[in-house]
């Protein structure tokens, strides 16, 4: 069964720090994985995917990813974070020949003045 | 732009009562889900939807039922509302086929069971 994990319930940042949100994930076979964002009250936005090709994948606002298969990581990235990064991020991982996602538990990112 | 509309930001519904949760999309997707939200927990899936009339069980069906009349459609009912099942609740939306393609959420609509 496919699943991902993400280790950390927070992460505080100070803003213009790079930010790293981890996420593992576990599946049968090659995986489509993919970052949401969510502010508060709001449905979850897509950020980026990673398919096939380049392992470090670009999303929305600045965010990267860096898919590392051996290590079976997805984490998430960004150079020098705002305030306004501050929102609750999930990690999910889709099997190929499968329609539905698989979520993780979200990792609420804290960005401080 | 591109949209899953969700018809009620806020429910407060009592013990026993039966609850319809509506959702609209408008980009002609074949596929539709229902994702239950909860602290600590992330989404875990509900119910979904590959065509008109057709239904998969998620993961935590139990308490729950969809409808598809339409495609542009999907409903979810609570026909005996409990407690427990106050949460926030996400539909989204995807192409079919696509499995490189990403879901798209409506704003979530969050119910509160007395």
């Known amino acids: 069964a496919q699943s991902v994990a993400q280790p950390e319930d927070q992460v505080n940042v100070a803003e213009g720090n790079p930010l790293t949100v981890k996420c593992t994930y576990s599946?049968?076979?090659?995986?489509?994985l993919f970052w949401y964002v969510q502010y508060p009250n709001r449905g979850l936005q897509f950020l980026l995917k990673?398919?096939?090709?380049?392992?470090l994948v670009k999303g929305s606002y600045g965010f990267e990813a860096e898919f590392n298969k051996s290590q079976t990581s997805f984490h998430l990235k960004k150079p020098s974070a705002l305030v306004s990064d501050s929102a609750l991020y999930f990690c999910?991982?889709?099997?190929?020949?499968?329609?539905?996602?698989?979520f993780g538990t979200g990792t609420r990112l804290l960005v401080s003045p | 732009d591109v949209k899953v509309t969700q018809s009620s930001r806020y429910l407060v519904k009592r013990t026993g009562e039966k609850v319809f949760l509506e959702c609209v999309q408008d980009?002609?997707?074949?596929?539709m889900f229902w994702y239950r939200q909860d602290p600590g927990l992330g989404l875990r899936l509900i119910y979904f939807?590959?065509?008109?009339?057709?239904?998969e069980k998620g993961d935590i069906p139990e308490g729950y039922s969809v409808s598809r009349e339409k495609k542009e459609r999907f409903s979810l009912i609570l026909e005996s509302a409990s407690t427990n099942q106050t949460s926030m609740y996400l539909c989204?939306?995807?192409?079919?086929?696509?499995?490189?393609?990403?879901?798209?959420f409506g704003e979530g609509s969050r119910l509160t069971v007395l």
């Open positions: 599946v049968s076979g090659n995986p489509y």
């Open positions: 999910a991982v889709r099997d190929r020949g499968f329609q539905k996602l698989v």
């Open positions: 990673y398919i096939t090709g380049d392992n």
């Open positions: 980009m002609d997707h074949e596929n």
């Open positions: 939807s590959y065509d008109v009339k057709m239904k």
């Open positions: 989204a939306s995807s192409f079919q086929g696509v499995d490189t393609g990403e879901l798209f």
